[in-house]
T-cell receptor, first 115, second 114 residues
């Protein structure tokens, strides 16, 4: 069974550009989470989808970040325009519908560098 | 609100030595507690978790952790370090059940020398 897959693994862009990160959860997992780790700091929650609906987006830093999950399958996280402070590792995680935090599976992350 | 404090951003041990990574948490309600490990160029992997029941929990690769409510701690230990244990370790807490999100500590990089 394939795990949580994230694309790309690395992205280097210039300030002001747009970047789209993609996450493919484990098949059948209705819960999808985005987390971010800025260098030197803790991993922080961004948002949570249940199927295609946003359950909790309290961690989204500002309106330059847009997350979507059309059809309840894969999800994208777009940053537009990117700023220097957006650099970090973006993790995606998924779990089954009734799965709590103890049943999360994480992807390898996308390393985003904004120059 | 919950928070997690990991003491020491870097811990160095010799191969064969005891590994001790410290984690303290704060939570207004009884939490679930986790340790994750991230090997270079890989994702976060669950090492072990405490939900309910026995306070000493065993995980993969010989690691274990003990939940001490009175000390609000969940320290990670391994009796004998191996070179392959070199990685970054994250302690995390969540509320019991439901759509609870994880609150992570800043991580501790474990360095193992021959």
């Amino acid at each position: 069974e394939a795990g949580v897959t994230q694309f790309p693994s690395h992205s280097v862009i210039e300030k002001g550009q747009t970047v789209t990160l993609r996450c493919d959860p484990i098949s059948g997992h209705d819960n999808l989470y985005w987390y971010r780790r800025v260098m030197g700091k803790e991993i922080k929650f961004l948002l949570h989808f249940v199927k295609e609906s946003k359950q909790d987006e309290s961690g989204m830093p500002n309106n330059r970040f847009l997350a979507e999950r059309t059809g309840g399958t894969y999800s994208t996280l777009k940053v537009q325009p990117a700023e220097l402070e957006d650099s970090g590792v973006y993790f995606c995680a998924s779990s089954q519908l009734r799965g709590g935090a103890e049943k999360l599976f994480f992807g390898s992350g996308t390393q985003l560098s904004v120059l | 609100a919950q928070s997690v404090t990991q003491l020491g951003s870097h811990v160095s041990v010799s191969e064969g030595a005891l590994v001790l990574l410290r984690c303290n948490y704060s939570s207004s309600v009884p939490p679930y507690l986790f340790w994750y490990v991230q090997y270079p160029n890989q994702g976060l992997q669950l090492l072990l978790k405490y939900t309910t029941g026995a306070t000493l929990v065993k995980g993969i690769n010989g690691f274990e952790a003990e939940f001490k409510k009175s000390e609000t701690s969940f320290h990670l230990t391994k009796p004998s370090a191996h070179m392959s244990d070199a990685a970054e370790y994250f302690c995390a807490v969540s509320l019991l059940s439901g759509y609870s999100t994880l609150t992570f500590g800043k991580g501790t990089m474990l360095l193992v020398s021959p």
